[in-house]
C-alpha cells in the first residue's frame, strides 16, 4: 500500500505539471502570436504538440503562425491537420484556401459521384466523438424499447416500440459506422503536403525511372504506396508516380 501511495505521490504532481506547463505555452504562445512574435508563437505550439497533446485549435493557430512567418509548406501541412480533426470547421477551411493560392501546382479534381459527395458530408458533419456519442444513445434507447415491446400489454405501445426501435438500432449502426470510418480517417492519414521547391515524379521507385510531371512545394497529394525511400502518390486529378520520401510529409 505504501508503494502505491509513493508512486501516486511521484505521478500525479508529474502531469498535474504536464498539464499546467501546456496551458502555460499555449497562453504564452497566444501572447507571441498577439504581439506579432510569430517564430515565437511556432516554436511554443510546436512544444505543445510535442507532448502528444494536438487539438484542430492548436494545429489552426499554428498554421496561422507559420503563414504570418512566410512559411506555407507548414502552414498548410497544419491547416490540414486541423482539417481533418474538424472537417466542418469554417475558419479552417478559409484560411487553407486562403494559402493554397500560393501553391504553384494547379490540379483540377476529378468529380465524384453524387452518392460519394453525399456520403462524405454526411460523416464528415460531425466529428468522431459524436458519432460515437449519438451511436451509445441509440442503442440503449433501442434496449429500452425492446423492454417495452417485450413486457407491455398494450398493443399500440408494442408497436411504437417495435418501429422506433429498429430506427434506432439502425442509426446506432449508422453512427457507428460513421464513427469508425472518421477515426480510421485521422489515425491513416493517407495524405501529404510536398515539401520540395519542386520534384519530379517518376514512372518507377528509382531515379532511373521516366519523368511523368514536374510538382512544387505546398501540393497536397494522396500516399497510395510505399517501397524504401521511394513513395508512389496520387494527384486530385487522377496522376499516378513515385517521388523520394524526402520530400513530402504525412498530414
Known amino acids: 500500500m505504501k508503494k502505491i501511495i509513493i508512486f501516486l505521490l511521484i505521478i500525479v504532481p508529474f502531469f498535474v505539471f504536464a498539464q499546467e506547463t501546456n496551458e502555460q505555452l499555449w497562453e504564452k504562445a497566444n501572447a507571441f ?3 506579432e512574435e510569430y517564430q515565437q508563437a511556432v516554436s511554443s505550439y510546436e512544444q505543445i504538440l510535442a ?3 494536438e487539438s484542430a485549435k492548436l494545429y489552426f493557430n499554428l498554421g496561422n503562425a507559420y503563414f504570418k512567418t512566410g512559411d506555407i509548406n507548414n502552414a498548410i501541412l497544419n491547416y490540414e491537420r486541423a482539417k481533418v480533426l474538424a472537417p466542418h470547421d469554417e475558419d479552417v477551411a478559409f484560411n487553407l484556401q486562403i494559402a493554397n493560392q500560393y501553391v504553384v501546382t494547379k490540379v483540377e479534381e476529378l468529380p465524384k459521384p ?17 458519432w460515437a456519442f449519438i451511436s451509445i444513445v441509440s442503442f440503449v434507447l ?3 424499447l425492446l423492454g417495452a415491446f417485450l413486457f407491455s400489454k398494450r398493443v399500440a405501445l408494442k408497436r411504437i416500440s417495435f418501429w422506433i426501435g429498429i430506427f434506432s438500432v439502425l442509426l446506432s449502426g449508422f453512427a457507428f459506422s460513421h464513427a469508425a470510418q472518421q477515426k480510421n480517417k485521422i489515425n491513416k492519414r493517407n495524405h ?13 521507385p528509382s531515379e532511373t525511372g521516366t519523368d511523368l510531371f514536374l510538382i512544387y512545394e505546398g501540393l497536397k497529394l494522396e500516399v497510395t504506396d510505399q517501397l524504401n525511400s521511394w513513395t508512389e502518390i496520387k494527384l486530385a486529378d487522377g496522376n499516378q508516380g513515385w517521388l523520394p520520401d524526402s520530400c513530402i510529409v504525412r498530414i
Open 33 to 35: 502570436y498577439t504581439t
Open 51 to 53: 507532448t502528444g497533446e
Open 142 to 144: 433501442f434496449l429500452l
Open 192 to 204: 501529404a503536403i510536398v515539401f520540395c521547391p519542386r520534384v519530379t515524379v517518376k514512372s518507377s
Open 114 to 130: 453524387f452518392f460519394l459527395r453525399w456520403k462524405e458530408s454526411v460523416i464528415n458533419k460531425y466529428p468522431t466523438d459524436t
